[in-house]
């Protein structure tokens, strides 16, 4: 059993080697320990459109009323709809068997427990029981439950669009959220057409991840095409949201939340936002320009919501396109339910694409990923953070390293769902933002190699 798969915020590995049909087996039993201990008698299962997520689903279900746990299957569901059932069906508990954006080789297991999604050493305690083998005998009982047009309805209930009748496209890259996407869009009046629409877990039109060039290329191409007031795009389970402006531009996850979050402090002064470590500087200071309390926390999506709840703040984003509703919503991450506050604040002003353009301009990157194996990863932005620390007198070291430096400021940390290292870098001028780019890409590189010399060495 390869221990890497058990992350800060859900499992996830390759299908077939990390993850295989016994894995799954020996999962449901865990998790199912797991929830006993915590009183759980009725879950949900929800699954991604990937090849392998039905026989998972399947194996799961089997697993779990064997221990004695009820389950409501709802079959292809956006990992939104099984985190909305938790609170609309008397559950305890449910698992999301998905790669949310990772290839299509890869799958995994969102997992929750009451109405939050577990992270840190409550994964690793699932782990534990894996490994020992630990499982209980009882009889459970399953039934499928189509939770899809309730999910619809009351994103539509809780939104009021203004006078403009926007012009959308909207691309779930042949994942789970395409059909109730744009169910929820023609109920708002949204001149809506979709692309990649069909699921299909092979993908066979691109990565479905909505913060990457490649990932909203076709977006894009349709937008201008179509001359479309925006495009929405979605990874492969619809947590995640990237938009494209009229213009081509694209509008990372930070920026979305700046402006949902104008449009609330307005209303309510006050509040308090939360971005996370790769969020723009000016998320951050227009936040508190607009009337809010900003506050930074670190990457995850278990981690954001879990931030949200214990300070009870109005609304949470990621770069990455996670955003999470404490005003009108239930506090997850919803790209579907985003996607409709969005149309409601654009729909409400007579030029939408001004509310991008009337924004602070900065020259910043999309989220750089530099390969880096699972095993030294950490080692190596430990190493920068050393350096860092000596080299940069404004360093936040919560979630990897930030660090400013005059009117820019970059952040290297380690990726928590892939053998990656994270990058971004924002200044207010390109000579700047390049400047710096390098050098940092420069010294960590020279970091990665050293360290996976000493790794050979001992091999």
Not at 178 to 200: F, Q, R, S, W
Request: a negative charge; glycine letters at 10%; charged letters at 25%.
């Amino acid at each position: 059993m390869n221990p890497e798969v058990f992350r800060e915020y859900d499992i996830r590995g390759k299908v077939g080697t990390d993850l295989s049909d016994e894995f799954v087996e020996r999962l449901s039993k865990a998790v199912s320990v797991y929830w006993k201990d915590h009183g759980v008698k009725r879950v949900a299962i929800g699954m991604d459109a990937r090849l392998s997520s039905p026989g998972y689903r399947d194996i799961l279900i089997n697993g779990i009323n064997d221990s004695g746990i009820d389950v409501i299957d709802l079959g292809l569901a956006p990992t939104p709809a099984l985190y909305y059932s938790l609170f609309k069906l008397g559950l305890d508990g449910g698992i999301e068997v998905t790669g949310s954006h990772n290839p299509a080789d890869n799958n995994g297991f969102k997992i929750a427990c009451g109405k939050k999604t577990i992270f840190g050493k409550e994964i690793q305690k699932i782990r534990s029981y894996m490994e020992e083998g630990a499982s209980i005998k009882g009889s459970g009982r399953s039934e499928t439950y189509d939770i899809i047009p309730e999910y619809i309805n009351e994103i539509v209930s809780r939104v009021k669009t203004g006078p403009r009748k926007l012009k959308v496209v909207i691309d779930p890259g042949n994942g789970v959220g395409g059909y109730p996407a744009m169910a929820v869009l023609k109920a708002l009046d949204v001149e809506v057409t979709g692309i990649c629409m069909e699921p299909d877990g092979s993908f066979p039109n691109h990565h479905p991840d909505p913060t990457t060039a490649d990932g909203v290329a076709m977006l894009r191409s349709e937008v201008l095409r179509q001359k479309a007031d925006i495009g929405v795009g979605y990874d492969g389970d619809s947590d995640r949201i990237g938009v494209i402006d009229a213009l081509g531009n694209v509008i990372y996850g930070d920026i979305i939340t700046l402006i949902l979050a104008r449009a609330i402090l307005k209303d309510a002064p006050g509040q308090k936002i939360i971005g996370e470590v790769k969020c723009s500087q000016v998320f951050f200071d227009e936040v508190e320009k607009a009337g809010g309390l900003p506050i930074m926390g670190v990457v995850g999506h278990s981690l954001m919501k879990d931030r949200l709840m214990r300070e009870n703040a109005a609304l949470a984003g990621e770069m990455s396109g996670h955003i999470f509703f404490n005003e009108r919503w239930y506090g997850f991450d919803d790209a579907i339910y985003a996607t409709a506050r969005l149309i409601e604040v654009l729909s409400n002003q007579q030029d939408p694409q001004a509310v991008f353009d009337g924004l602070p301009k900065m020259f910043n990157t999309p989220e750089i990923r530099v390969d880096c194996p699972d095993d030294i990863k950490f080692k190596a932005v430990e190493a920068f953070k050393v350096f860092a620390k000596d080299a940069y007198k404004d360093c936040i070291d919560i979630d990897g390293v930030r660090c400013k430096s005059d009117n820019a400021w970059f952040l290297v940390r380690p990726s928590n769902t892939q053998p990656v290292i994270v990058l971004r870098f924002e200044a207010q001028t390109e000579q700047a933002l390049d400047l710096l780019k390098n050098d940092t890409m420069e010294r960590l590189y020279k970091i990665i190699q050293d360290l996976s010399k000493k790794k050979q060495q001992h091999l």
